[in-house]
């Protein structure tokens, strides 16, 4: 898994109109495709590319408020973007031309999201929340993975191997980190450690699972992170009256790596830790929009439901990335 590149220097890879519009058309990054002005840019044009979910400052793009008051997140002036829909072409991110940045940053491909203070959007907490004990731990990776429209060379490359990779279905949730390391011990969210409260959300289904002790039983350094979910959390997409907490990675804490996929599973297997669902083993076979078009369906916690998208896993090289249902963005946005 590597670093999310919410801002980054991209190319125009393709053009296309959209019926029945003459001032708009879709330009295609990577694998997105994003609605823009007609004849702004010209197929190979080095551009600016930033991705849904980034709070954009007003400054940058002043024309997101629509001319009303723009909102404020984290302390910054501006707006967020989201996955729409103009013309019934499915509009994802932002394109702005390469002379908004110094010309010794332009090269394809660089991340320039801290250039423009661009900063990660996520939906407010909406449940019992709890008191920071210090900052995420050092030892353990705080990453995200990454999209498949981002990944169009690597995409291109699995289709050649015969490595086997894990599908699983990807939760919609908020995070959480429990560790073991040594004689210390611990539960995070996203960002930070937690204080041990037996009513906030975290800690209370780490204790409901016996997370910990669990840990301590492998006589390992490990940390488990997963997602927590159900009743008030991010939505409740799946409609439960419960809280849920299920696994979707294990780390090595002394060896610095992910543990293998399928050790990770009969790990949460032999200690009655919830996984994550696996839908199947597979093999990386197809388009891209062959994998964007699976990812929708319906949920595997709740078939009445839409699931979030999938998440594969190769089984050898531990590679890894994720494809967002369309429709759960659409819903969501």
């Known amino acids: 898994m590597t670093e ?13 109109s959209i019926p029945d ?8 990054i990577n694998g997105w495709w ?18 849904v979910d980034s709070w954009i400052p007003t400054h940058l793009a002043p024309f997101l408020s629509k001319g009303k008051e723009p909102k404020e997140y984290m302390g910054i002036k501006g707006e967020r973007l989201r996955t729409i829909k103009l013309k019934k072409q499915i509009s994802q991110g932002l394109i702005l031309g390469i002379d908004t940045i110094d010309s010794f940053l332009i090269n394809e491909g660089d991340a320039i999201t801290d250039y ?6 996520e939906a407010p907490t909406e449940f019992l929340s709890a008191a920071a004990k210090g900052n995420f731990p050092s030892f353990i990776p705080k990453t995200d993975q990454e999209r498949i429209q981002n990944i169009p060379r690597e995409l291109k490359a699995y289709n050649n191997q015969d490595d086997l ?11 959480i980190t429990i560790f073991v390391n040594a004689e210390e011990s611990g539960v995070c969210s996203r960002n930070l450690e937690l204080k041990e409260d037996d009513t906030n ?7 409901q699972y016996n997370i910990i002790d669990k840990i301590k039983s492998m006589n390992r350094n490990l940390a488990i992170q997963g997602e927590i979910y159900g009743s008030s ?5 799946y409609n439960l009256t419960d809280q849920r907490l299920m696994v979707y990675n294990i780390y090595d804490i002394d060896n ?18 919830p996984h994550v669902p696996v839908i199947n083993n597979t093999n990386i076979k197809g388009t891209m929009q062959d994998f964007i078009d699976k990812a929708d369906g319906n949920s595997i916690i709740n078939p009445l439901c839409i699931k979030e998208g999938d998440v594969y896993k190769n089984l050898i090289t531990k590679e890894s990335f994720k494809v967002i249902s369309n429709s759960y963005l659409l819903k969501r946005d």
């Open 4 to 16: 999310r590149k919410l801002a980054s220097i991209q190319r125009i890879a393709e053009i296309k």
């Open 21 to 28: 519009a003459d001032l708009i058309c879709a330009y295609r």
């Open 34 to 51: 994003v609605v823009g002005k007609k004849d702004e840019f010209i197929v190979d044009d080095l551009v600016v590319y930033i991705e």
């Open 116 to 121: 423009f203070s661009i900063i990660k959007w």
């Open 165 to 175: 990779w894990q599908r699983s279905e990807k939760i919609d949730g908020s995070s």
């Open 201 to 207: 959300t975290w800690w209370k289904l780490t204790k």
């Open 233 to 237: 959390i991010n939505g409740n997409l």
């Open 256 to 273: 610095n790596e992910y543990l293998n996929p399928e050790e990770a599973l009969n790990i949460c297997i032999e200690y009655s830790i």
